[in-house]
C-alpha cells in the first residue's frame, strides 16, 4: 500500500482541532490570541476552532488573563469530563481497572490480586466480573467512554491486543485481551506498562514540553519508556525499551529472559527484597527482622523507612540500587541523547538515597558528560502511575483525532 503523502481538508482541520486540543490540555490555560500566536494559525482560524471545540464541550472558557493594558483575553480550559476512559493495569501481582476522566483522574476503581486466582483462566474470569463492576457504576455515562486502555509488564502485540509473556503467567503465552472484554464494543488499545508510563508522564509530568524524553522506570520490573521528536518510540512491534534485559554481567545469573546478568537482576525490587530477606534471616539487620515479626513480608517502603532510621543494611541495599541504577541511566542517555530522563516506578519512594548514585553516574560516566547532560527529574505519578499510563493511552489517541469524536 502507498505511503499517503497529502492532506485534504477534512485532515486539515483534524490536525488543528488536534493541536489546539493538545496545547490547551497541556498548558491548562491558553487565550485565543496565545494559540495564534503558538501555532502560527490566523486569528479567525483559532477563532473558529474554539467555538467548535466549545460547542462541542471539549473546551470551556474560565475567565479572562491578567494583561495589564487593553482588553483581557479569554482563557480557554481542557474540559476533562467530556469523555471517559477505562483503564486497566495489569502488574506481576494482580491488575487494577478504572474508570477516568480525560484528567485523567480515577473515578472509581476495582483491584484484584494473583494471590488468590488459580490460573489464567480464572484471573481472565475476574477481570471480566470487575469490568462489569465498573460498567455498573458508569451506566449514566456509558455512551462517553471512549474506549479501553491496558498496559502490562512484558512484551505486548498492540496490534492484536495479546500479552506476549506476562511474568506471572509464563506457562500462557499469547494472552488475548479481546475475548473477555470485546463483547462490549469499545475499542481497545494495549502497551507496555513503561510506555504507558512515560506517555502519562508526557500528559501530566515533567515530559509535558520535552521533545526528547527517556522514562527509566524501576519497580518489580526495570524497563524505559522512550520518546523521541515528541512521539513514543516503539520501535518493531513496539519492543523498544527493554533496558532490564540488557546485560550488565555476562556471567551474572540466567534471567526469566534466557539472557545472562540482566540489568533487573540487579535492580529489579523482586530481587532487592530477596537480598533484604536474607539480611533479615542471617541477622544482619534488626530493623528487617522485626518487619518480618510484625509483617508477612518485607517491602520496599520498609527499606526506605530502614535507611531513613540509619539502618546499615538497608541504606546499603539503597546503595547498591543506585549504583546499578546509574549503570541503566548511563546506558539509556548513551543510546537516545534525552533532554531529559524521568525516574519512575516504585524506586521514586527512596528518592533521597538514589540521588547522589544516579548524579555521579552522569558526572562520572557519561560519554558527553562535558558538553551535555540531561534534566534529570522524578516521576509524581506515585503507585497509580501505570494505571493512569493506561488512561492516557486512550486520552493520547483522542486527542489525536483518532477516535472520530472531533
Known amino acids: 500500500m502507498a505511503q499517503r503523502i497529502g492532506d485534504n481538508l477534512t485532515d486539515v482541520k483534524l490536525k488543528n482541532r488536534s493541536l489546539v486540543l493538545r496545547l490547551v490540555k497541556k498548558r491548562t490555560l491558553l487565550s485565543r490570541i496565545e494559540l495564534a500566536r503558538t501555532t502560527g494559525l490566523t486569528q479567525p482560524t483559532i477563532t473558529n476552532i474554539a467555538n467548535e471545540l466549545i460547542s462541542s464541550r471539549m473546551l470551556y472558557e474560565v475567565g479572562t488573563s491578567d494583561t495589564k493594558a487593553g482588553r483581557k483575553p479569554i482563557l480557554l480550559s481542557f474540559n476533562e469530563r467530556a469523555f471517559y476512559t477505562i483503564a486497566i ?33 480464572s484471573a481472565l474470569l475476574e477481570l471480566q466480573k470487575e ?22 509488564p512484558g512484551p505486548v502485540d498492540p496490534e492484536t491486543c495479546t500479552i506476549l509473556a506476562h511474568p506471572t503467567f509464563l506457562s500462557h503465552r499469547s494472552l488475548d485481551l479481546r475475548s473477555p472484554l470485546s ?16 506517555l502519562h508522564e508526557t500528559w501530566n509530568g515533567a515530559g509535558k514540553e520535552v521533545r526528547n ?60 527484597l530477596e537480598r533484604a530477606r536474607e539480611e533479615a534471616w542471617f541477622g544482619k539487620s534488626s530493623f528487617l527482622q522485626n518487619v518480618l515479626a510484625k509483617e508477612e513480608d518485607i517491602r520496599f517502603s520498609h527499606l526506605v523507612q530502614g535507611a531513613e532510621n540509619n539502618d546499615p543494611a538497608c541504606m546499603d541495599l539503597l546503595g547498591n540500587l543506585g549504583q546499578y541504577m546509574g549503570t541503566g541511566l548511563v546506558n539509556l542517555v548513551n543510546l537516545y541523547a534525552p533532554d531529559m530522563v524521568v525516574i519512575g516506578g516504585e524506586a521514586v519512594l527512596a528518592q533521597p538515597f538514589l540521588e547522589v548514585s544516579l548524579r555521579r553516574s552522569l558526572e562520572e560516566r557519561l560519554f558527553f558528560r562535558d ?18 499510563g493506561a ?16
Do not use: W
Not at 473515578?107 to 490460573?119: E, F, K, V
Open 183 to 198: 463483547e462490549y464494543d469499545l475499542p481497545i488499545f494495549l502497551m507496555n506498562d513503561a510506555d504507558a508510563a512515560c
Open 131 to 152: 469490568f462489569i463492576h465498573v460498567l455498573e457504576y458508569a451506566t449514566q455515562s456509558l455512551r462517553l467512554i471512549l474506549g479501553i486502555g491496558i498496559c502490562s
Open 213 to 272: 524524553l527517556v522514562y527509566f522506570m524501576v519497580g518489580e520490573g526495570v524497563g524505559a519508556g522512550v520518546v523521541i521528536d515528541g512521539k513514543l518510540y516503539g520501535g518493531r512491534k513496539r519492543r523498544a525499551g527493554e533496558i532490564g534485559h540488557t546485560c550488565v554481567n555476562t556471567f551474572g545469573p540466567r534471567c526469566v529472559c534466557g539472557n545472562r546478568g540482566c540489568l533487573e537482576m540487579y535492580c529489579g525490587l523482586l530481587v532487592l
Open 371 to 388: 558538553y551535555a547532560q540531561p534534566v534529570l527529574r522524578y516521576s509524581q505519578g506515585g503507585k497509580d502511575a501505570v494505571l493512569l
Open 391 to 406: 488512561a492516557s493511552i486512550v486520552l493520547d489517541r483522542f486527542i489525536a483525532g483518532e477516535l472520530g469524536r472531533f
Open 89 to 121: 493495569a495489569f502488574t506481576r501481582r494482580g491488575f487494577s481497572i478504572a474508570l477516568t476522566d480525560l484528567g485523567p483522574n480515577i473515578l472509581y476503581r476495582r483491584d484484584s490480586s494473583y494471590s488468590i486466582l488459580d490460573n489464567t483462566d
